[in-house]
């Protein structure tokens, strides 16, 4: 099974409106965290969000918000009031615990496009 | 300083040359990780150091040699690649491997686009 599903390859979004980026995850680990990045294309993957899977609320960092929905085990990034420069491709993590220690996981990623 | 930086940015090498990558982070991390990202796919983990030692690596064939010379640098070495290399090389680094219910946010480098002529 996949670790980390992200069901959407492209998504376009008009500039000032708000968009959701979906993930779902697998995991039976207790202890885990999700991660979203953004990487533009220069190729640098910058990191936006971080939910844990003990924290009781949703994160948030300025525009991105993570919805968490722990027993359907998803975690879409919420981005408000888009901007041209969030044209990107989004890629959902997720960090578990294994025998040799921390693993993460990669999502196949979302391409976004804001339209003027 | 949460930066991890990467030489060189771009790296045109032949099939018969030998070439190194490389990654430093002064952000006291103690797992670093080198992954490979094709055109619009998600990065393929390759390696990962744990305190300086080869914690994971991802069956990747032997033309890629990884090197961890201290807690801050990470190198990429090359020999003999294939066109099929061609890539993006992220290098990425976080707190502690061994950490459980932890942030342990990996920070990436800006990468290094490599083209194997």
């Known amino acids: 099974a996949q670790k980390i599903t992200q069901t959407q390859p492209g998504m376009f979004v008009q500039e000032k409106e708000a968009v959701t980026l979906d993930c779902t995850y697998d995991t039976s680990d207790p202890s885990y965290g999700l991660f979203w990045y953004k990487q533009p294309s220069s190729g640098e993957m910058i990191f936006l969000i971080y939910q844990g899977s003990y924290d009781q609320q949703n994160a948030t960092e300025g525009r991105y918000s993570l919805n968490f929905q722990k027993a359907r085990k998803s975690a879409n990034l919420v981005i408000s009031a888009s901007q041209l420069g969030d044209s990107a491709m989004y890629f959902c993590?997720?960090?578990?615990?294994?025998?040799?220690?921390?693993?993460?996981?990669f999502g196949t990623g979302t391409s976004l496009t804001v339209i003027p | 300083d949460t930066e991890v930086t990467q030489t060189p940015k771009h790296l045109v090498m032949g099939m018969t040359n030998k070439k190194s990558l490389k990654c430093e982070q002064h952000?006291?991390?103690?797992?670093m990780y080198w992954y490979k990202q094709k055109a619009k796919k998600p990065p393929e983990l390759m390696f990962v150091?744990?305190?300086?030692?080869?914690?994971i690596n991802e069956s990747v064939p032997s033309r890629f040699s990884p090197e961890c010379p201290n807690s801050s640098l990470l190198n990429l070495h090359l020999h003999a690649l294939q066109p099929e290399d061609s890539a993006l090389y992220l290098c990425a680094s976080s707190q502690d491997l061994r950490r459980g219910g932890a942030y342990n946010e990996q920070f990436f480098g800006p990468g290094t686009r490599l083209t194997v002529l």
């Open positions: 150091y744990s305190y300086e030692k080869l914690s």
């Open positions: 952000m006291g991390h103690r797992a």
């Open positions: 993590a997720m960090r578990e615990r294994s025998n040799t220690g921390n693993q993460f996981y």
